[in-house]
């Protein structure tokens, strides 16, 4: 007797079980459409997505100078990949201050481009072009501007002496303390605001 009752409820459980799966499935069917609709290419802002473009942003970890009462901190960075290290440190650089570095106190002196900075380096000297606005700032900004772009890339390259140019000529530029230099300048003429 036992043995009928458990057939009948294995009976009854299957009878269920299909009566539940002809339900799920009959409420996911997709009747014809009427008109064909067009697929957008891009995504709700207008631009084409990475995976869109077949192009995937790469970004890695890159090591900057910010400013934090006066004095240059190193933080951590992550930035799309360019073409050589140099370039994707200086547009990490670059880059608007994030949330959490505005709360944690940091600002950059350096004036925001739209453009990146040019940089080439040879033999430990890096000839860097000024980015547009800099001349606007006050004298203690344009320290701390040099200042960090020295920092930087002395951090990430093989140059330690660094001379600026504006796209043409040679620039002088504020040492430390202040004084109009017309030759490369290195970490040491920034030493009071080292980190």
Same mark, same amino acid.
């Not at 339900?23 to 459409?33: N, V, Y």
């Not at 802002?45 to 995937?56: E, F, K, L, R, W």
């Not at 290290?85 to 600002?107: P, Y």
């Given at each position: 007797? /036992?043995?009928?009752?458990? /057939?009948?409820?294995? +009976?009854?459980?299957?009878?269920?079980?299909?009566?539940?799966?002809?339900?799920?499935?009959? =409420?996911?069917? %997709? =009747?014809?459409?009427?008109?064909?609709?067009?697929?957008? /290419?891009?995504?709700?802002?207008?631009? #084409?997505?990475?995976?869109?473009? =077949?192009?995937?942003?790469?970004?890695?970890?890159?090591?900057?100078?910010?400013?934090?009462?006066?004095?240059?901190?190193?933080?951590? +960075?992550?930035? #799309?990949? +360019?073409?050589?290290? %140099?370039?994707?440190?200086?547009?990490? %650089? *670059?880059?608007?201050?994030? *949330?959490?570095?505005?709360?944690?106190?940091?600002?950059?002196?350096?004036?925001?481009?739209?453009?990146?900075?040019?940089?080439?380096?040879?033999?430990?000297?890096?000839? %860097?072009?000024?980015?547009?606005? *800099?001349?606007?700032?006050?004298?203690?900004?344009?320290?701390?501007?040099?200042?960090?772009?020295? *920092?930087?890339?002395?951090?990430?390259?093989?140059?330690?002496?660094?001379?600026?140019?504006?796209?043409?000529?040679?620039?002088?530029?504020?040492?430390?303390?202040?004084?109009?230099?017309?030759?490369?300048?290195?970490?040491?003429?920034?030493?009071?605001?080292? #980190?």
């Amino acid at each position: 007797m /036992s043995g009928l009752r458990n /057939s009948t409820r294995r +009976r009854a459980r299957c009878v269920v079980l299909l009566l539940a799966l002809a339900t799920l499935t009959a =409420g996911c069917a %997709l =009747g014809p459409q009427q008109e064909p609709v067009a697929l957008s /290419s891009t995504p709700g802002d207008g631009q #084409p997505s990475h995976q869109q473009t =077949g192009v995937a942003t790469v970004k890695v970890s890159v090591r900057v100078y910010l400013v934090h009462d006066g004095t240059l901190v190193q933080v951590r +960075r992550s930035a #799309p990949l +360019r073409n050589t290290h %140099l370039e994707t440190v200086l547009g990490a %650089l *670059f880059e608007s201050l994030h *949330f959490a570095e505005r709360n944690e106190g940091l600002r950059t002196a350096l004036p925001r481009g739209d453009k990146p900075v040019k940089v080439h380096v040879k033999d430990h000297l890096a000839t %860097l072009q000024l980015p547009p606005g *800099f001349d606007g700032l006050a004298v203690s900004e344009q320290i701390l501007a040099v200042g960090q772009l020295v *920092f930087t890339i002395s951090a990430n390259s093989a140059a330690f002496r660094i001379e600026f140019t504006d796209g043409k000529k040679q620039i002088s530029v504020p040492d430390g303390s202040g004084r109009l230099v017309d030759r490369p300048v290195t970490r040491t003429d920034y030493i009071r605001i080292a #980190p």
